[in-house]
C-alpha cells in the first residue's frame, strides 16, 4: 500500500502559477502509473494529467494541454504538477493518485487504487 500527500496548493490571481507536489511512501515508487486529479465544488472528478512509470507515457486532458507539466522523480518518490497561466476556472481541490495495475497511465479515475488528501488550488480572477 502507498501513502500519497499532496502539497503545494494556494491562492494565486489569474495568469500566475503553482507547483505540486505528491510525496509517495511506498519505495517501489517506480511501480506505479502516477495521475493528478481535481474537482471543483459540484462537479465530478476530473482528469488533469497522467504520467507512465518511467515518465515517458504522458497525458494531459485538453484543459491542461500547454499550460501544465507533470513529471516524476523515482529516486525522489514524488510527482509534480506544473501550473502555469493559470485561470479561475482551474480552482479546485487537487489529488494526486497512484495505480499499480494498468499498463500504461489511464485518464479514468476508477483505475486508481490510491489517492491523496488533495490539496486546494484557487485562482483568483
Known amino acids: 500500500q502507498v501513502q500519497l500527500v499532496e502539497s503545494g496548493g494556494g491562492l494565486v490571481q489569474a495568469g500566475g502559477s503553482l507547483r505540486l507536489s505528491c510525496a509517495a511512501s511506498?519505495?517501489?515508487?517506480?511501480?506505479?502509473?502516477m495521475g493528478w486529479f481535481r474537482q471543483a465544488p459540484g462537479k465530478e472528478r476530473e482528469f488533469v494529467a497522467a504520467?507512465?512509470?518511467?515518465?515517458?507515457?504522458?497525458y494531459y486532458a485538453d484543459s491542461a494541454k500547454g499550460r501544465f507539466t507533470i513529471s516524476r522523480d523515482n529516486a525522489k518518490n514524488t510527482v509534480n504538477l506544473q501550473m502555469n497561466s493559470l485561470k479561475p476556472e482551474d480552482t479546485a481541490v487537487y489529488y494526486c493518485?497512484?495505480?499499480?495495475?494498468?499498463?500504461?497511465?489511464?485518464?479514468?479515475?476508477?483505475?486508481?487504487?490510491?489517492w491523496g488528501q488533495g490539496t486546494q488550488v484557487t485562482v483568483s480572477s
Open positions: 493518485a497512484a495505480d499499480s495495475n494498468a499498463a500504461w497511465p489511464e485518464r479514468r479515475a476508477r483505475e486508481y487504487d490510491y
Open positions: 504520467l507512465g512509470r518511467s515518465g515517458v507515457m504522458i
Open positions: 511506498q519505495r517501489t515508487f517506480s511501480n506505479y502509473n
